[in-house]
């Protein structure tokens, strides 16, 4: 019987981990906190904390994140302990001026205090 080559193995399961992701719904292969895009891509998906999922940009690169939204993209309020973004994404209060760009617009980094 004939060894198993190590590339071969890796395709073949590749391959069952794709079908397995497709059979059992979008998020297997990105995590419970993503959303995946129809290109593969994975992008956060947390609510009510973040997600770039239906918030007006075109996230993915290829539209599937703003597909079946609705009419109109809806941005509701930030809840308690959050901060609102300009372009309505909500991140954790301490996350603002923090130095980092949490905002997908990075407002979060706007007008900050100097030190």
Known sequence: MAAVKPFRLVW????????????????????????????????FHRPPVISWLCDGF???????????????????????GLWQCDNGGCIPGDRQCDGLMDCHDFSDENNCPTS
Do not use: H, K, M
């Not at 079908?19 to 990105?30: T, Y």
């Open 12 to 43: 073949v399961l590749g391959v069952v981990a794709l079908f397995i992701g497709n059979v059992w719904g979008q998020n297997d292969l990105c995590g419970a906190s993503y959303f995946q895009c129809d290109n593969g891509r994975c992008i």
């Open 58 to 80: 075109d996230d993915c690169g290829d539209g599937s994140d703003e597909a079946n939204c609705g009419g109109a993209v809806t941005r509701p309020p930030c809840s308690p």
